[in-house]
């Protein structure tokens, strides 16, 4: 029988759902709740089979196995919890919430009613990440001491200053709402987490920008195009824009494994470099995409040199590298058996929790601050896979 999922926001992200719906091969989509007409009509349009509502107690009370949120951010925990307490398995977008605490409270929710939570962290699935997750774990570089990122966020101008994404009360900052994929990355390679951070940053661009309007109820595909260039000549921007367009965090991770992460909004290029330093070794990405290149060096040389061994990023098709029809084959799998898996709720948390208070840090005096661990109670049940309890 087919797993009954509802959606909960049909905006951008919402195209994820078209890789969970499967009718007659597992899982289909049922219900959708989105609160604006457009969202609606989309979704009616898409699934004509599927109860279309703006109320999600209505999506909650039908006969559902799943909840899929895809809603803004900063509502995440407004609808996965309520969807945990209904006896859903959840899958939420990432980042998990725009503040700790709502982080926590959907953990907390997980734990104690002992319904299912998946967070979409796709790039754990990336192929250039688990390329260099495996040359890794194969110790080809020894113990990792050191983990640096570049992200060139050429789309930046499009993707994040012309909607809600610009307004700090709603997404933070971009340290949060983009850094915390590449964290969670960070995390991961190393194999630890953050547990101090320090950051700088600047509204150096798109600030200066008199351009601007109100494109509530567009999409990000309504404007998206290429041709925005350069920077400087961006129209229609966010009527506010009070977060960062460059920033850049220090961490300090458990085990003194030490990380940078630095990001713009601006560049011509959209691509993420890596670079993990090991006690043998090193490796770097060159392009993130099929086909690019991971180089590993493994002997000393006097200057610079080609690498020991050169790693094609393997081909795949689909969103983010193949990434996202893998994750949702993963979540749909972890919702009828449970079981590991490579994404982990601590875990995007964690990078959250990073990306929140390195904003502190920037938005203060680029101090160095701490990192508020997870409740050990909560952690342990997650690094357990989840095990099913009893409400409490």
């Keep these: 029988m087919d797993l009954r999922i509802g959606i909960i926001g049909h905006g951008m992200r919402a195209s994820l759902a078209r890789e969970a719906?499967?009718?007659?091969?597992?899982?289909?989509?049922?219900?959708?709740?989105?609160?604006?007409?457009?969202?609606?009509?989309?979704?009616a349009s898409r699934y004509p089979d599927a109860t279309i509502t703006a109320d999600l107690d209505e999506l909650l009370?039908?006969?559902?196995?799943?909840?899929?949120?895809?809603?803004?951010?900063?509502?995440?925990?407004?609808?996965?919890?309520?969807?945990?307490?209904?006896?859903?398995?959840?899958?939420?977008?990432?980042?998990?919430?725009?503040?700790?605490?709502?982080?926590?409270?959907?953990?907390?929710?997980?734990?104690?009613?002992?319904?299912?939570?998946?967070?979409?962290?796709?790039?754990?699935?990336?192929?250039?990440?688990?390329?260099?997750?495996?040359?890794?774990s194969r110790g080809t570089i020894g113990e990792v001491?050191?983990?640096?990122?570049?992200?060139?966020?050429?789309?930046?101008?499009?993707?994040?200053f012309k909607d809600w994404h610009a307004e700090r009360d709603k997404s933070v900052g971009m340290l949060l709402q983009k850094g915390a994929h590449d964290i969670d990355v960070i995390h991961w390679l190393a194999g630890r987490y953050s547990q101090q951070v320090q950051a700088m940053g600047e509204l150096s661009v798109y600030g200066d920008i008199t351009d601007r309007r109100d494109r509530s109820g567009e999409l990000m595909g309504d404007w998206f195009s290429l041709d925005n260039w350069p920077p400087t000549e961006q129209t229609g921007l966010n009527p506010v824009?009070?977060?960062?367009?460059?920033?850049?965090?220090?961490?300090?991770?458990?085990?003194?494994?030490?990380?940078?992460?630095?990001?713009?909004?601006?560049?011509?290029?959209?691509?993420?470099?890596?670079?993990?330093?090991?006690?043998?070794?090193?490796?770097?990405?060159?392009?993130?995409?099929?086909?690019?290149?991971v180089g590993v060096w493994t002997h000393r040389l006097r200057t610079s040199g080609s690498p020991d061994e050169t790693h094609i990023v393997p081909e795949?098709?689909?969103?983010?590298?193949?990434?996202?029809?893998?994750?949702?084959?993963?979540?749909?799998?972890?919702?009828?058996?449970?079981?590991?898996?490579?994404?982990?709720?601590?875990?995007a948390r964690n990078a959250v929790a990073t990306g929140v208070i390195a904003t502190q840090s920037l938005r203060g005096a680029g101090e160095t601050l701490a990192i508020p661990p997870v409740d050990a109670a909560v952690a342990a049940y997650f690094d357990a896979g989840q095990p099913s309890r009893q409400a409490q």
């Design 316 to 347: 795949a098709e689909g969103g983010h590298g193949g990434a996202d029809a893998l994750m949702v084959a993963e979540f749909l799998r972890f919702a009828r058996e449970g079981g590991e898996t490579t994404t982990s709720p601590v875990a």
């Design 241 to 293: 824009i009070d977060i960062e367009d460059i920033s850049q965090v220090n961490m300090r991770l458990g085990d003194g494994v030490l990380a940078s992460y630095e990001q713009c909004h601006f560049t011509p290029d959209y691509w993420r470099n890596y670079t993990v330093i090991g006690t043998h070794g090193r490796l770097e990405n060159f392009g993130d995409e099929s086909g690019s290149e």
């Design 61 to 136: 009370s039908l006969d559902l196995d799943v909840a899929m949120v895809f809603t803004p951010d900063d509502v995440h925990a407004r609808t996965a919890i309520p969807a945990l307490e209904a006896g859903l398995t959840v899958f939420s977008e990432k980042p998990l919430a725009t503040s700790i605490a709502d982080c926590d409270a959907i953990l907390a929710a997980a734990y104690r009613t002992g319904s299912r939570l998946y967070v979409g962290h796709n790039m754990r699935h990336m192929p250039v990440i688990t390329l260099m997750r495996d040359i890794i």
């Design 145 to 160: 001491k050191a983990v640096w990122c570049r992200h060139f966020v050429g789309h930046g101008g499009d993707y994040y």
């Design 21 to 43: 719906h499967r009718p007659g091969e597992g899982s289909r989509v049922v219900a959708v709740c989105d609160v604006t007409e457009r969202g609606r009509v989309a979704a």
